[in-house]
């Protein structure tokens, strides 16, 4: 049950109230307390007041009465008497009035006492004999009487009572204004009490109405936020735990949440069923998809499908699907419009829902219990304002509205679908006997078809062969013109090339013959120098002095030098007229290192250096290398190093070369590595370049203190550079100098190598050497292929420069256009020859010869190597002997292309 409400409004009332009446009780609490008070006090002070004006009227009394006395004592007349009387009854009234006051107090009732016995004693036992004596005697009589009762006069004592009560009556004031006092402080402290507990009520009352307002809200934006944060699930719900308007927006919320989980679960389950019969194009499994579907979402346990059709005249409705949970065939097969419920669906066009009695139904089994539906649900499916399928289903338990309303979402499309599906099926068949004709004609079609194409085969190849037949009569013919004009080049260049040669031939028979007569007109006195100088050093000639035998001596090693500068100026000369013979052949390396130990062991003994060689690693035993060059090579590189280091050591290290650049590997993938390691004098890092050039040494000291020529290296270079490798030098001055030798394993280049050997074996001696200091750019991006030309040039004594890309070409160019010869590969990566040579032609507008060097052997590609401006070409593999035959026409001719 829900418990009453209260309302924001009525617990902020009941918290002002409570308040309110705190204040209110306080407030009366503290007036009464405050009137008390002021009772207290004014009591106080009346008391006060009266007990001392009592005192005052009983002194004034008694001394109204001493003084009637004397009077009636000095004059004697009567009326003083009765003045006194009148006196002694008030002082009498007096006391007794007094009395009465101070009748709570007791010292103060003593006191009163005392002075009521001290006056009755005075008058009686003073005034009134005084008096009677006057009446009775005389004047005298009563003033001796008087005199002589002085001494006992009870005067002093009614002085003193009357002050003691005096006193008396002042401490009980100061006792009493002390009790005051004491109350009002307390009354103080009583009143700040109560404001501090009201404050306190206020606030209890503030805390807990607000705190019981907030926790109510904030419980609803807890909800929310919890809805957002998940993304919109609207499963949470706002617990109700207040009782005022916060529960009736809690309420509300909720039942807002409710409707929308509920249009969020039809939306849903109406989207599955939509994409369940998405695709479907045939009516039967689209009615088993629909029941299926629709009746696990509203707990169905039966349904049926019917679906409109028109038979002879006759509309029916014909089942088209079922739904069972016991898989029960179910449902009459069909009805006429308005038979049965289904037919009266189909005519009204309502959706119907009733309950049914067991008994009229269908019973549902489980393994557990028999049971029947106890709801029905029949619902009319419209397309075109028609009727075309009916659904049904039974449920065990009710349809909720939200089942109903799923159902009436689900009929929105479902007519559309439905009817698509009836068109789909109907274009089907269609489709269906028309592929069986289209069928039919095909065969027919590709019958014909492969009788056209055999005719099509047989006109293509008699195409082809005509047009091969006039391919090559058009190559034929410019072939023929070319040999033609090739061979009245030649004919020309022959004739230049004859005149040249034998110039040349002639200056070169003179440089040879001068060499070998200088050679043979300085070796002859050279010789006898040396022989007699010798002779001259010997011990035996004791004719000598030892002055005249140092002469000698320096003579002789003079000579020696002369011997030597002559050899390595012949070896330059034989190298730079491309005469060095190169030998190629297995040479065992492991033979090396005591070879080498034999030739320098007694250098290293005379200069008492440490002398080692070592293998490191695995080497090959035999390497294809000229053995001749490479020991040259090595004896160079070992005479310079124990020339040039005076203690230490001198190390040879022989290996396979420890890292292959790509470049190396081009050339062969197969190095060795041998260094010449000295601790001498070591060579500045800016000559380690010149030092490789000929005539070329580190300063003038060093050829005054180790005499030398500077031609080793620069022989020791080419060298290397004609068995394929290359020399590298680290050193330091003053620490010491490392050269390496780097040499490829021929074997590979071995069958190029023998390919231009044989060229050049064939080449009939040359009259005239047109190649002599040629230059000639060289483009290939293959190693191998710049690596045989270049030999090959270069043994003719051509300047070759090569390049492995079109780009390499145009940078040469760029920098240097004095070429005789520019020989381009076709086929490169990136920019191929043909637009280099158009580049070259076009925009840098250069007319050297251009000979393309290509794979391609059509006469397409001859064309195109021509319109884009070659001079002429080559095609590979390239016949030594065609090449330089080609070269030496465009060498000696005077080119210009168009
Ligand atoms: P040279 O006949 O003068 O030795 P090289 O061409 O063999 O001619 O050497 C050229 C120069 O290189 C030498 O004069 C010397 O200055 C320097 N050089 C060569 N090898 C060494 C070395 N191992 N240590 C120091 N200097 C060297």
């Not at 029947?372 to 009727?387: D, E, G, I």
């Not at 070896?571 to 060095?580: M, Q, R």
Request: net charge negative; aromatic share 6%; charged share 25%.
């Amino acid at each position: 049950m829900v418990k009453r409400k209260s309302s924001i409004r009525l617990k902020v009332t009941l918290g002002y109230i409570v308040i309110i009446v705190c204040v209110l009780l306080s407030s009366i609490l503290i007036l009464e307390k405050v009137t008390v008070l002021n009772g207290k006090r004014s009591d106080v002070t009346n008391r006060n007041l009266e007990v001392h004006q009592m005192i005052n009227t009983v002194e004034q009394s008694i001394i109204q009465i001493e003084k009637k006395q004397n009077s009636y004592i000095l004059t004697g007349e009567k009326r003083y008497i009765n003045e006194y009387e009148e006196q002694r009854i008030n002082v009498l009234n007096d006391l007794e009035n007094l009395k009465n006051v101070v009748a709570k107090q007791s010292n103060e009732k003593i006191l009163a006492l005392d002075l009521e016995k001290s006056v009755n004693k005075w008058i009686t036992l003073i005034v009134e004999p005084s008096l009677k004596i006057r009446e009775e005697k005389s004047e005298s009589a009563a003033t001796i009487f008087l005199k002589q009762k002085v001494e006992n006069a009870e005067i002093p004592n009614i002085n003193r009572s009357i002050n003691r009560l005096r006193q008396e009556q002042n401490t009980i004031l100061n006792d009493d204004t002390e009790n005051l006092e004491h109350t009002s402080v307390q009354l103080m402290w009583i009143f700040f009490i109560l404001i501090l507990s009201i404050m306190l009520v206020g606030l209890f009352v503030s805390n807990y109405v607000s705190k019981n307002i907030i926790q109510a809200i904030q419980n609803v934006k807890k909800t929310i936020q919890n809805i957002r944060q998940k993304g919109g699930d609207l499963k949470e719900r706002i617990d109700i735990i207040s009782r005022d308007e916060v529960r009736d927006l809690t309420i509300e919320t909720n039942q807002l949440l409710d409707q929308l989980e509920e249009k969020e679960w039809v939306q849903n389950n109406v989207n599955q069923i939509i994409y369940a019969y998405q695709g479907v194009n045939d009516i039967h499994t689209l009615g088993d998809v629909i029941l299926s579907e629709i009746s696990q979402v509203i707990h169905a346990v039966h349904s049926v499908f019917y679906l409109r059709e028109e038979q002879d005249n006759d509309i029916l409705y014909v089942k088209k699907g079922a739904f069972a949970e016991n898989n029960l065939d179910i449902g009459r097969d069909s009805f006429k419009l308005g038979e049965g419920l289904i037919g009266q669906v189909a005519k009204d066009g309502y959706m119907y829902k009733m309950a049914v009695s067991p008994e009229n139904t269908h019973v549902i089994s489980t393994s557990l219990i028999d049971t029947a539906p106890r709801t029905l649900l029949l619902m009319p499916v419209y397309f075109n304002r028609q009727v075309i399928a009916v659904l049904e289903f039974a449920t065990l338990d009710t349809f909720e509205e939200k089942h109903v309303q799923l159902l009436n979402k689900v009929n929105e499309t479902l007519g559309i679908s439905i009817d698509s599906v009836k068109r789909t099926m109907h274009i089907e068949s269609l489709l269906s006997d028309s592929n069986r004709l289209t069928e039919e004609l095909q065969v027919q079609s590709e019958e014909l078809q492969v009788q056209s194409e055999e005719l099509q085969t047989q006109s293509e190849e008699l195409q082809a062969q005509t047009n091969e037949l006039s391919t090559m009569n058009d190559s034929l013919a410019t072939r023929t013109k070319e040999a033609e004009a090739r061979t009245r080049e030649l004919a020309l260049a022959n004739r230049d090339i004859e005149t040249q040669a034998r110039e040349i031939a002639q200056g070169a028979k003179y440089k040879s013959e001068f060499l070998a007569n200088m050679s043979h007109e300085l070796r002859t006195p050279l010789n006898s120098i040396l022989l007699l100088s010798e002779m001259l050093t010997d011990q035996e000639n004791s004719h000598l002095s030892d002055e005249e035998k140092e002469f000698a001596k320096v003579i002789h090693s003079s000579g020696q030098d002369l011997l030597e500068l002559i050899n390595d100026i012949l070896d330059l000369s034989k190298i730079e007229t491309g005469k060095v013979n190169i030998e190629f052949s297995d040479v065992n390396i492991s033979e090396l290192p005591t070879i080498l130990k034999a030739n320098f062991a007694h250098f290293a003994k005379q200069k008492d250096l440490t002398y080692h060689i070592e293998i490191l690693g695995e080497i090959p035993n035999l390497f294809f290398t000229d053995e001749l060059r490479l020991r040259q090579i090595l004896k160079n590189f070992l005479s310079n190093a124990f020339k040039f280091t005076e203690q230490g050591k001198v190390e040879v290290r022989i290996q396979s070369a420890a890292l292959i650049t790509e470049e190396m590997q081009k050339v062969s993938d197969d190095w060795l590595e041998i260094a010449v390691e000295d601790t001498g004098i070591g060579i500045p890092k800016e000559k380690h370049s010149i030092i490789f050039e000929s005539f070329h040494q580190v300063d003038g000291a060093t050829v005054r203190k180790y005499g030398g020529t500077g031609l080793g290296l620069a022989i020791s270079k080419e060298y290397a550079k004609l068995l394929g490798g290359f020399i590298q030098v680290e050193s330091e001055e003053g620490i010491g100098s490392t050269f390496t030798l780097y040499l490829p394993n021929m074997r590979q280049c071995q069958e190029n190598i023998e390919a231009m050997q044989g060229s050049l074996a064939v080449q009939p001696e040359e009259k005239v050497n047109i190649f002599q200091g040629k230059k000639i750019l060289m483009i290939d991006d293959d190693r191998r292929n710049i690596y045989s030309m270049r030999t090959l040039l270069e043994s003719k004594g051509a300047i070759v420069t090569s390049g492995e890309s079109g780009l390499e070409c145009l940078q040469k160019l760029q920098y240097n256009t004095d070429y005789d010869a520019v020989l381009m590969d076709i086929m490169m990566p990136g920019m191929n020859g043909y637009e280099v040579i158009q580049i070259i032609r076009e925009q840098m507008n250069l007319d050297l010869p251009i000979i393309a060097v290509t794979a391609k052997a059509m006469e397409i590609d001859r064309d195109q190597c021509m319109k884009v401006g070659a001079s002429d070409y080559i095609s590979k593999p390239l016949n030594m002997e065609q090449l330089l035959s080609i070269l030496r026409v465009w060498l000696t001719k005077e080119v210009k292309v168009k």
